[in-house]
């Protein structure tokens, strides 16, 4: 399997003993594999804590006014014996889009498959820093209970929408809500302190840590767009964090940055959140993407077509999702004539993005493609990709976007655009990884049966819902029956609704799967998907040190799948050139 | 799906929807492409015993004109839409008429409130009054209102004539329109303004001219 060099240009911190106690193996863990489990385990409690909240405020939307079934439970003034009030559904509306921003999606795509994947995928025995590793998930850790308790606080949890635009949320006075917003700013502070520290890891492993012969255009594009989602977010979280430093002090000590009856503005908090806030979608996006195209090769047994296009225009996107962020603000009041400036370089991301959904569309010319689990999930994740790419072109453009803003249109689009991403790239990489991680691997026949399930209510939930939005229903409306506009929409609600059901209790083949398989399933083989790249060269799971035999030589490029007058139709990374 | 768009009743809203229209037809048929390329070779290409997969990387130029020539398209289709774009955004946001009738507008937690001229036609004088959750306006005439808000940002929207513009707090936003058909229309807050928001419902009333000035004459304020 290739000749094993000595470790090279590796840093001294990576290599730490094993650890024997049951507390230093599994709670207090510098071990990227172990903390990529940890981070799993955050991003899929809290997408479940999320995908409940929407149930409840789908099921207010489809009926409103009426107890939502199973949730009786909540104790006033939170729900009143089952029945949502409107200040809970802006809480509900608000911490769903949090949660799933910030404590699912980029825990699990980042945190957890980042994490697990990226040293084995560079031939690394662990990240370069792992005590700072373990100091990221810990702060998720810890911010995760600081926003849960701010649904426990006097006042709930925050209501102003996941965007927290100001006035509204710079005086409690303005939503009800006090300590629950504080808090939810502290934890978005911990959470965006936790993924600096984790990109510092992914960059500095990345460029320091490769194994020999592992040059940059010989990494998976999962490396890639992980160290490109690291850049990004590096690079942007800054004003963010300025600005949350701000809101607090406006909410608690009087100060006024946002509040303009003391001399301070309305729009600042806008530009401050949306300069990151563009990018950030993109730290979301890219790493989705780089687990699509992880997996199409090896389910397709041909290399990726265009890597290196797919590079380039990755980072073109990374560039230019620095000039955009004012196309969430056409109608915010600021000067008119920026409009088009910001609709020319926002229409110009669509260039990059055409180009990598193209390279993956020719990628399956001429192809061998096996539609195991994960090459469902991943090609599910391509075709609603492509929705969310070309509903991007009218809310980009201003004069279109005067009409759709604020719309379920807008909705919709990154439905089709951070679910994509975060669930079914998530949940592909969780199929394609799952042996690697966890030594077994996943029930093929409930897969299957659990992507389509979710593939078709997730599609039932947001079609409808580009529709309503061109109709001109606006958001974050707690009852849309007192307008008459929107009242023959009420049958569209309730089918939503009932898709969003169906979504939700779909998980439950999962779950099953995953204990089943934990619990009684077969052993994996090391590389049970004849994958070339360097996490299948080693172990399922990998023993610590990820590599006994040494640090790997690399040879070839990632992708090398029926190379013509190969053996096999898939050639290592690590298959030395002149083997016989 | 253009369908789903609601009556139009302002001058420049059929611009919006042409544009609308444009994209839509633009991106349809980018997709169709896409999303049926990626199902026919889904299927054509499926794992058949004795036919290996084609090993070709996309590495030389000529392989990757096949991505590159269609994202050149997708570029010419960008900028056009762009080019189509600005003037439409510029009617409604930028190019505001002259010789509008100006009307005030406030809005706050949870309800809009408009400011008419009054019997002598001039905003700021003595006899304007103000109308909670209701904006009249004549028909076929070009009307400008000037609005801020009290408390938090919220969102002045109308549907129907498709005009929406935040609502700030701290500074005047305008909005410019001219409805041409008479009736009632609703009036929501587009913005999220707390928990009151999913009430703040106004409405446009669009009169006749004649209507119009006795409706302004009975609503005027005794001297």
């Known amino acids: ?580 | 799906m253009l369908s789903w768009l609601p009556e139009n009743v302002s001058t420049y809203g059929g611009d919006i929807d042409s544009l609308f229209a444009i994209i839509y037809y633009i991106v349809g048929v980018w997709f169709l492409a896409a999303e049926g390329l990626l199902l026919y070779f889904i299927v054509r290409y499926r794992r058949r015993e004795g036919r290996p997969a084609v090993y070709v990387r996309g590495a030389s130029l000529r392989q990757l004109s096949w991505v590159l020539v269609p994202a050149a398209i997708v570029l010419a289709l960008d900028l056009f839409i762009d080019y189509k774009g600005h003037p439409v955004w510029a009617r409604v946001k930028q190019d505001f008429p002259p010789d509008a009738l100006r009307i005030g507008g406030t809005a706050k937690q949870f309800n809009w409130a408009f400011t008419y001229p009054g019997r002598d036609g001039e905003l700021g004088t003595g006899d304007d009054f103000t109308m909670d959750n209701e904006l009249h306006v004549p028909v076929d005439q070009n009307v400008h209102i000037a609005v801020e808000s009290q408390d938090v940002i919220h969102s002045f929207f109308i549907p129907v004539i498709r005009v929406k513009q935040d609502v700030l707090p701290g500074r005047t936003t305008n909005v410019w329109f001219n409805a041409r058909k008479t009736g009632r229309y609703e009036l929501p807050c587009a913005e999220l303004c707390g928990f009151g928001h999913y009430t703040m419902r106004g409405f446009l009333v669009v009169h006749s001219p004649e209507e119009y000035r006795q409706w302004i004459e009975s609503r005027t304020p005794a001297a």
């Not at chain 1, 049951?22 to 955050?42: M, N, R």
């Not at chain 1, 590079?311 to 915010?332: D, P, R, Y």
């Not at chain 1, 109709?471 to 409306?477: D, M, Q, S, V």
Request: charged share 10%.
């Open chain 1, 1 to 580: 399997m290739g000749t094993h060099a000595p470790a090279h240009g590796g840093s001294q911190h990576a290599d730490h003993p094993e650890p024997t106690t049951f507390w230093s193996k599994y709670v207090f863990s510098v071990d990227h594999k172990v903390i990529g489990k940890q981070y799993l385990g955050i991003g899929v409690f809290w997408a479940v804590a999320g995908g409940l909240m929407a149930y409840v405020f789908r099921w207010q939307l489809a009926w409103p006014e009426t107890p939502v079934p199973a949730f009786g439970w909540v104790p006033e003034p939170y729900m009143y014996e089952g029945v949502v009030p409107p200040e809970f559904y802006n809480s509900l509306v608000t911490m769903h889009g949090t949660i799933m921003v910030f404590f699912a999606a980029m825990p699990i795509l980042l945190g957890a498959f980042g994490n697990f994947v990226l040293p084995l995928q560079v031939g690394a025995p662990d990240m370069a820093f792992p005590r700072l590793n373990m100091l990221s998930v810990w702060t998720l850790g810890v911010a995760s209970l600081v926003l849960l308790s701010s649904f426990f606080v006097e006042g709930g949890a925050a209501a102003h929408g996941w965007t927290g635009y100001a006035p509204l949320s710079a005086d409690p006075i303005y939503t009800g809500v006090g300590l629950g917003g504080t808090l939810w700013l502290l934890a978005l502070a911990l959470e965006f302190v936790s993924f600096l520290m984790g990109g510092v890891n992914f960059l500095v492993t990345t460029i320091n840590m490769r194994a020999p012969g592992l040059s940059f255009w010989r990494l998976p594009l999962f490396v890639w767009m992980e160290v490109t989602a690291s850049v990004l977010f590096l690079l942007s979280v800054g004003p963010l964090v300025a600005a949350a430093v701000m809101l607090m002090l406006d909410r608690t000590i009087g100060t006024a940055f946002f509040l303009p009856d003391r001399g301070g503005d309305a729009l600042l908090w806008q530009h401050l959140f949306w300069f990151f806030g563009h990018p950030e979608v993109y730290v979301i996006m890219l790493p989705g993407i780089g687990i699509v195209l992880e997996i199409m090769p090896v389910f397709s047994r041909k290399p990726i077509f265009g890597y290196r296009a797919i590079i380039w225009a990755t980072i073109v996107a990374g560039a230019l999702s620095f000039i955009v962020w004012a196309h969430h603000m056409f109608v915010s009041g600021i000067d008119a004539r920026l409009a088009t400036p910001f609709s020319i370089t926002t229409i110009l991301i669509s260039v990059p993005f055409a180009v990598m959904v193209f390279a993956m569309i020719a990628s399956l010319w001429g192809a061998s493609i096996t539609l195991t689990t994960p090459m469902l999930f991943a090609l599910g994740m391509l075709a609603a990709f492509i929705v969310g790419g070309v509903t991007g072109i009218p809310l980009g453009t201003a004069a279109t976007d005067i009409y759709l803003h604020d719309t379920y249109f807008v909705l919709a689009h990154f439905h089709y655009t951070l679910f994509p991403a975060a669930i079914l790239g998530g949940l592909a990489g969780l199929y394609y990884w799952f042996p690697k991680m966890f030594g077994k691997q996943l029930d093929e026949g409930l897969g299957k049966l659990h992507f389509w399930l979710t593939f078709v209510s997730y599609n039932c939930i947001f079609i409808p819902l580009f529709t309503v939005g061109i109709a001109g229903h606006h958001r974050r409306i707690y009852n849309p029956y007192e307008y008459e506009f929107l009242k023959p929409f009420q049958p569209t609600h309730q089918f939503v609704t009932w898709a969003a059901v169906v979504l939700v209790l779909t998980q439950l083949i999962l779950l099953v799967n995953v204990v089943r398989t934990l619990v009684a399933g077969k052993k994996a083989t090391d590389n049970p998907w004849n994958a070339n790249t360097l996490e299948w060269a080693t172990a399922s799971p990998p023993p610590h040190g990820n590599f006994p035999n040494g640090v790997p030589q690399v040879y070839r490029n990632p992708y090398e799948y029926s190379v013509p007058g190969a053996a096999e139709d898939w050639t290592p990374q690590t298959a030395p050139r002149n083997a016989a």
